[in-house]
């Protein structure tokens, strides 16, 4: 088995995507933090940085979804391909909306993305793993995004 393969069949996620996704929590942990400490100018500059982090991430899953698409044994290609730029879509909205408004926006999109990458994990479109590393990104990404609420 080639290594590609083992990635493909093994239920747990690879090393490097835990430790590489890990390390794309910090600025969501590290923003969500700033935005609570501080003077009103970091703050509210901290809370426009997460805003933005999270449009970011959001666009990035769309990109793994162009990605999965792709897959020679993927149907409806077309259809899966216009879908996966509907996250840099919202990405980009919610870059101009007030920032309780953009961190709710963001917060419902993840989720969403997170359940239509367990449909397709499912489906075998997606690793098997891929729910397993998406579920405590995901969590943290919403609760850093959501802190802005309090």
């Known amino acids: 088995m080639t290594t590609s393969q083992a990635v493909q069949t093994s239920d747990a996620p690879p090393k490097a995507a835990f430790i590489l996704g890990g390390l794309g929590l910090l600025p969501f942990l590290g923003l969500a933090l700033l935005s609570h400490l501080g003077e009103p100018t970091l703050t509210h500059l901290a809370s426009r940085a997460l805003v933005a982090y999270g449009s970011v991430i959001l666009s990035f899953l769309g990109g793994i979804r162009w990605g999965l698409a792709l897959a020679p044994t993927t149907t409806q290609v077309g259809l899966r391909l216009s879908q996966s730029i509907i996250p840099s879509l919202i990405g980009a909205t919610a870059v101009l909306l007030p920032t309780l408004?953009?961190?709710?926006?963001?917060?419902?999109?993840?989720?969403?993305?997170?359940?239509?990458?367990?449909r397709l994990a499912r489906s075998h479109a997606a690793p098997s793993w891929y729910p397993k590393l998406r579920w405590p990104l995901t969590l943290g990404a919403c609760v850093s995004l959501l802190s802005l609420w309090l």
């Open 101 to 118: 408004a953009a961190t709710l926006l963001l917060s419902l999109s993840l989720l969403t993305l997170l359940w239509l990458d367990m």
